[in-house]
Structure formats: structure tokens, C-alpha cells
């Protein structure tokens, strides 16, 4: 099976931007979590979504979304960025259980 | 508030033994995974503790004691390529709560 897929990989954006950044999970895998991670604050949680509704949320401002598609690729937008938003993005995929499979990540740089 | 606790670094020597730990301050959640970062690379799964105990997968331990709410990775026989981040995880409340990472040096 392929793994989670991520694009794109690299991004720079200005401040007040906005960006989408796009993942495929592993086929038959139905949730799609999303995480940012930066060096001071590890992985932080930012959602998940599973058949198309978003499930859980983490503590972030609404500037960060998502979506879910009926083939389980998912979106996350984050709109008016900030220098803070600088970071590495991970989404990962889960069947059934807590195993996440994670993608590559998507590193936004925000100048 | 739910919160895993892990040193941020830990150095050892290759071909050694090292013990990294992961202390919380959560109640409810299913079990404790551990997930191994390189550089540049994604997390990827190593190990899960659904019951107390020792879960072995070759190289790697994995410890867990919910009455003391504490759990460890063991890493035996280190390699070079050992060197990465260790994170710890709880599944709460359908949400994965991640450590802040423990950063494995390996000297040789």
C-alpha cells in the first residue's frame, strides 16, 4: 500500500496569506488527523476528521481549518498567516486503534 | 489539564542500553504509544502499551504502569542510527496527545 502523501512539501508564504495544504491517506484509512510541529512546542494536535466530519479539535485559533473529501483526502487551510505559523504540518492516517501513519509534512515558512 | 512528560535529551554510547521516560499527568486514555522521528523525516510507529507491562519488538521495549502513571522506551544494543526524537503518546478523548519529544544522541 502507499503510504500518507503530502503536497506540497515545501511552501513560503508572506503574512496575511493564505494557504492549503493537501493529504492523501493510506487507502482505506478513514481518519485524517492533522498536527503542526515546531521546535519549542513539539506536535500540537490541530484536528481530525473521519468520513468527512471533523471529529476532535485541538486548541487553535479559527484562522486554521479543514475539510474531509468522501475519498478521505483532506485539506487544512490557514488564513491571514503569521510568522508563528511557521512550521512543519503532518497529517497521518488511521484504520482502526491509535497507530498513526504519518506523511512526509509540508514545511511553511512564513516570511 | 493532560500533559506527558519526557526529558528533552538523553545521551548514550552505541552498542549500550538506554531507558527514555514519559511521566503524565492524564487519566482515561486507551494506551501509550511511542513514535521515533529523524531528522527531516516523519514520526513513525514503534511501539504500543495497551496493558501494563513489557511489550518487545526486537531492539525496543516498551514499558507501561498505569498506577504509577509512568512508561519508559528501552532501546538496546544503540546504532548510529538510533539517533532521533522519541515521542510518547495517549490516545484521550479521541484526541492523540503528544510529548515534547526526548532528542537520542549516540556517540561512538
Known amino acids: 500500500k502507499a503510504g500518507v502523501t503530502q503536497t506540497p512539501r515545501y511552501l513560503i508564504k508572506t503574512r496575511g496569506q493564505q494557504v492549503t495544504l493537501s493529504c492523501s491517506p493510506i487507502s482505506g484509512h478513514r481518519s485524517v488527523s492533522w498536527y503542526q510541529q515546531t521546535p519549542g512546542q513539539g506536535l500540537q494536535f490541530l484536528f481530525e476528521?473521519?468520513?468527512?466530519?471533523?471529529?476532535n479539535k485541538g486548541n487553535f485559533p479559527g484562522r486554521f481549518s479543514g475539510r474531509q473529501f468522501s475519498n478521505s483526502r483532506s485539506e487544512m487551510n490557514v488564513s491571514t498567516l503569521e510568522l508563528g505559523d511557521s512550521a512543519l504540518y503532518l497529517c497521518?492516517?488511521?484504520?482502526?486503534?491509535?497507530?498513526?501513519?504519518f506523511g512526509p509534512g509540508t514545511r511553511l515558512l512564513v516570511l | 489539564g493532560q500533559s506527558l512528560e519526557q526529558p528533552s535529551e538523553v545521551t548514550a554510547v552505541e552498542g549500550a542500553i538506554v531507558q527514555i521516560n514519559c511521566t503524565y499527568q492524564?487519566?482515561?486514555?486507551?494506551?501509550l504509544s511511542w513514535y521515533q522521528q529523524h531528522d527531516g523525516g516523519a514520526p513513525t510507529f514503534l511501539s504500543y502499551?495497551?496493558?501494563?507491562g513489557l511489550e518487545e519488538t526486537g531492539r525496543f521495549s516498551s514499558f507501561l504502569s498505569r498506577s504509577d502513571s509512568y512508561g519508559y522506551l528501552l532501546l538496546q544494543e544503540l546504532q548510529m542510527k538510533d539517533s532521533a526524537s522519541y515521542f510518547c503518546?495517549?490516545?484521550?478523548?479521541?484526541?492523540?496527545?503528544f510529548g515534547k519529544g526526548t532528542r537520542l544522541h549516540i556517540l561512538p
Open positions: 502499551n495497551a496493558l501494563d
Open positions: 492524564t487519566s482515561g486514555f486507551y494506551g
Open positions: 497521518a492516517s488511521t484504520a482502526e486503534g491509535e497507530t498513526q501513519y
Open positions: 503518546a495517549v490516545n484521550r478523548d479521541d484526541k492523540i496527545i
Open positions: 476528521y473521519f468520513s468527512e466530519t471533523q471529529r
